[in-house]
């Protein structure tokens, strides 16, 4: 559905490719029409862990380099959701996005965080469109459904990492997170953490939807994504 969209691209793969393509053999099963619910749930599981674990194996091999992506929100009736869903994955992943209403989303982390950010954000996106096409109601209605399907999925991907971190050097985590955070100020020195709002009608609907998505398969790459229809 266009009004809900995120625009897919056909961009190469960079990075590890032979864990991103296990990431996406298990995405391929979860979103498999003829998959059982229980084999979804674990692909979509198995795939989770994989993408944190991929973060965390980049950070052990020194990967300093530090991107910023932008993504256009388009005007659309659930622009703010679409924008929301970017930002949310992207800083349950131990990246800082800021955004500017009306215009996108800036994502700054390290290279693999970015990569990962957005080949999920992407999947999460069309994952809940489609869903969100099927809401009865509203567009007040289908704005809360959105907001807690976002919220449920970004919760799933903090746990996520917070696994797949508690087995790496926290000081070195904390060293990278804190360069991060440095050069976020300097790019941004406007601009503060906050605390978006999740209400709406329909909100506890898409909380469920969100905490069993599965996460599609797409890109990791690229430099600019188109939001909205």
């Not at 897919?8 to 793969?13: F, H, M």
């Not at 087995?167 to 406007?190: G, H, N, T, V, Y």
Request: net charge negative; hydrophobic share 40%.
């Amino acid at each position: 559905m266009s009004e809900f969209g995120i625009t897919e691209e056909n961009v190469e793969v960079e990075g590890n490719g032979k864990q991103v393509s296990r990431i996406r053999a298990l995405l391929a099963i979860a979103n498999h029409e003829g998959t059982s619910d229980h084999e979804r749930e674990a692909a979509r599981a198995k795939a989770e862990a994989l993408a944190a674990k991929y973060g965390v194996d980049m950070a052990r091999a020194d990967d300093e380099d530090i991107d910023i992506k932008e993504y256009e929100v388009t005007r659309s009736p659930f622009a703010d959701q679409a924008a929301s869903l970017i930002y949310w994955v992207a800083e349950a992943i131990g990246c800082r996005a800021i955004i500017v209403p009306g215009v996108g989303v800036t994502v700054i982390g390290y290279t693999a965080d970015v990569r990962r950010g957005d080949v999920l954000s992407t999947a999460l996106g069309l994952a809940m469109n489609s869903q969100a096409s099927r809401v009865a109601g509203p567009d007040s209605v289908v704005r809360g459904w959105m907001e807690g399907f976002i919220r449920e999925a970004a919760r799933r991907l903090r746990e996520a990492e917070k696994r797949a971190r508690e087995r790496a050097d926290q000081d070195m985590l904390a060293e990278r997170k804190a360069k991060l955070d440095e050069i976020f100020s300097q790019e941004f020195p406007f601009v503060t953490k906050g605390r978006a709002g999740m209400t709406g009608g329909g909100y506890w609907d898409g909380a469920a939807a969100g905490r069993t998505a599965d996460i599609g398969q797409d890109r990791m790459g690229g430099q600019r994504t188109g939001i909205g229809g």
